[in-house]
């Protein structure tokens, strides 16, 4: 059973910056998409940005420009790097990955922007 170990969520001001991490267990084979979710108080969980095994990237209309992500498929690494936060950035932030036979997530790391 593969696990997904989130890191480096914490509390920044408003305007800062954050680097999540998500790493693998073990290597995933047959990789479709690595995704970045959110989840905010008495919010659904929301979708921030993903990156496809050709590299094609998705991100949510809240974060385009703000946000990137990118994977190190070596090092069974994902990341998102996060600038310009703001205050609706805040939730609890979850790695996905999706593959032709499973959909693994991680635990969650806290983002909590204050203004």
């Known amino acids: 059973q593969v696990q997904l170990v989130e890191s480096g969520g914490g509390l920044v001001q408003a305007g800062g910056s954050l680097r999540l991490s998500c790493v693998a267990s073990r290597s995933i084979f047959n990789i479709n998409t690595m995704g970045w979710y959110r989840q905010a108080p008495g919010k659904q969980r929301e979708l921030v940005a993903s990156i496809t095994n050709s590299d094609s990237t998705n991100y949510a209309d809240s974060v385009k420009g703000r946000f990137t992500i990118s994977r190190d498929i070596v090092k069974n690494m994902g990341y998102l790097q996060m600038n310009s936060l703001k205050p609706e950035d805040t939730g609890v932030y979850y790695c996905?990955?999706?593959?032709?036979?499973?959909?693994?997530w991680g635990q969650g790391t806290q983002v909590t922007v204050s203004s």
């Open positions: 996905n990955v999706i593959t032709l036979w499973h959909d693994y």
